[in-house]
């Protein structure tokens, strides 16, 4: 059984940064696997963000974060990152990371999924 877990989150101003991290552990990820990233704030969707092939490259990002967040897998096995610049009040949410095995922005087809980590931006 694959366990994600998601760091990094926390509070900042208007146009700050965090980085938030993914640490896959227990069972083992294919590597035509896709890890994403998904965002929930109160109320809304759950919505996409960014997702990227297990292997590395084909990454993708919703047009509301182009240009500013970036989504990379790390140099040691089995974690991704999620770089978050110039973040803006309606970033805030809980942010999750997940794995599954189809090239999708559908949060619905992706299996394994973290606790969610929050991030809270001040205007």
Not at 33 to 58: C, N
Not at 71 to 84: E, P
Request: charged share 15%; glycine share 14%; net charge positive.
């Amino acid at each position: 059984q694959v366990q994600l877990a998601e760091s990094g989150g926390g509070s900042v101003q208007d146009g700050g940064s965090l980085r938030l991290s993914c640490a896959a552990s227990g069972g083992r990820i294919l590597s035509s696997s896709i890890m994403g990233w998904f965002r929930q704030a109160p109320g809304k969707e759950r919505e996409f963000v960014s997702l990227i092939r297990w292997r590395g490259g084909s990454e993708i990002y919703a047009d509301s974060v182009k240009g500013r967040f970036t989504i990379s897998r790390g140099n040691s096995a089995n974690i991704m990152y999620l770089q978050m610049n110039n973040l803006k009040p309606e970033d805030a949410a809980v942010y999750y990371c997940a794995v599954g095995p189809e090239y999708t922005t559908n949060h619905q087809a992706y299996k394994y999924w973290g606790q969610g980590t929050q991030v809270t931006v001040a205007s």
